[in-house]
């Protein structure tokens, strides 16, 4: 099939990786240009959104967004990796007296602007090594707190030893170490048993198509999202063709009203001609997508 520029909303099955996601596109799409906005660890399912083709320069823009997860915690049990694919680390009584109230006053103090630790099992790099390499080796390291945002943080049910929870949370928050938290909270300790993503930005994951239906072009046009509707969380402005063309030349075009805000994504004819940068009364390209 003849494979446009675009972003695919994808479900993630349980198992597989993030990467062996976007192999699978590539296999059934026929193009090697894809990349993800977002990994999800493979006990996880939900939401992956892959940019194909020059969308994939569009990543940058759409992996710092909000992201929302459904999660289940298991109480009373702590593992290396904060999640069920790890080795127990400790065994706490106490879980079956917890209340839904007692579980409520413990998560409201993760609500907001708060500092967490990452997982020692995480992707993320300490001197160029990935943490998880170095847990594995049996290193541990001290990480400092990083400031993240809990933009909602609900309990769904709690069925002792299972506690089952929404997030919407920041780009960067692990939802295992929130659960940890709370466990920790709670005295009882904790780890994530399931997680599923739910939503990327304004980007749904009613809307995403399974890996088996990648080989379908009909579901792969139903379910794509051009580039600019993409960037659906970003101002739109629209341009003119002299505007377009400036633009496409990497030129400043001036606006002719206030820009919503100091990046906008700039349209033609309903088509992406850049992200630019607006300010001053003018507009000046970042990424430029017009032919």
């Known amino acids: 099939m003849t494979v446009p520029d675009m972003v695919l909303p994808v479900d993630k099955p349980e198992g597989p990786t993030s990467h062996?996601?976007?192999?699978?596109?590539?296999?059934a799409l026929g193009i090697r240009r894809i990349g993800h906005t977002g990994t999800l660890d493979p006990f996880a399912s939900g939401?992956?959104?892959?940019?194909?083709?020059?969308?994939?320069?569009?990543?940058?823009?759409l992996t710092g967004l909000a992201k929302s997860y459904e999660a289940v915690a298991r109480l009373g049990i702590t593992t290396d990796t904060e999640d069920l694919e790890g080795q127990?680390?400790?065994?706490?009584?106490?879980?079956?007296?917890?209340?839904?109230h007692a579980v409520?006053?413990?998560?409201?103090g993760f609500k907001g602007e708060i500092d967490q630790v990452p997982p020692q099992f995480s992707a993320k790099k300490v001197d160029g090594v990935a943490m998880h390499r170095r847990a594995r080796r049996g290193e541990h390291v001290e990480l400092a707190p990083r400031a993240i945002t809990v933009h909602e943080l609900e309990l769904?049910?709690?069925?002792?030893?299972?506690?089952?929870?929404?997030?919407?949370?920041?780009s960067g928050t692990y939802v295992r170490s929130l659960a940890r938290d709370i466990g920790e909270?709670?005295?009882?300790g904790a780890h994530l048993?399931?997680?599923?993503?739910t939503s990327i930005g304004t980007h749904p994951l009613g809307g995403a198509i399974t890996p088996d239906q990648l080989g379908d072009p009909d579901a792969v046009s139903r379910a794509s999202l051009s580039p600019l509707a993409a960037l659906a969380h970003l101002p739109t402005v629209v341009?003119?063709?002299?505007g377009r063309d400036r633009l496409a030349l990497g030129q400043s075009v001036e606006l002719t009203a206030e820009a919503a805000a100091p990046l906008v994504a700039v349209a033609h004819d309903s088509r992406l001609v850049a992200i630019a940068e607006a300010g001053e009364g003018v507009l000046r390209p970042k990424k430029v997508f017009a032919q």
Do not use: N
């Open 104 to 108: 409520l006053a413990a998560m409201a």
């Open 185 to 188: 909270e709670l005295g009882v």
């Open 239 to 242: 341009v003119d063709p002299q």
């Open 20 to 27: 062996d996601v976007v192999a699978m596109a590539r296999k």
């Open 193 to 197: 048993t399931a997680l599923r993503r």
């Open 156 to 170: 769904r049910s709690l069925d002792v030893p299972f506690m089952t929870f929404h997030a919407r949370c920041s």
């Open 88 to 100: 127990p680390l400790e065994e706490r009584e106490g879980w079956a007296d917890l209340t839904p």
């Open 47 to 61: 939401l992956l959104l892959l940019c194909i083709g020059k969308a994939t320069r569009l990543a940058e823009y």
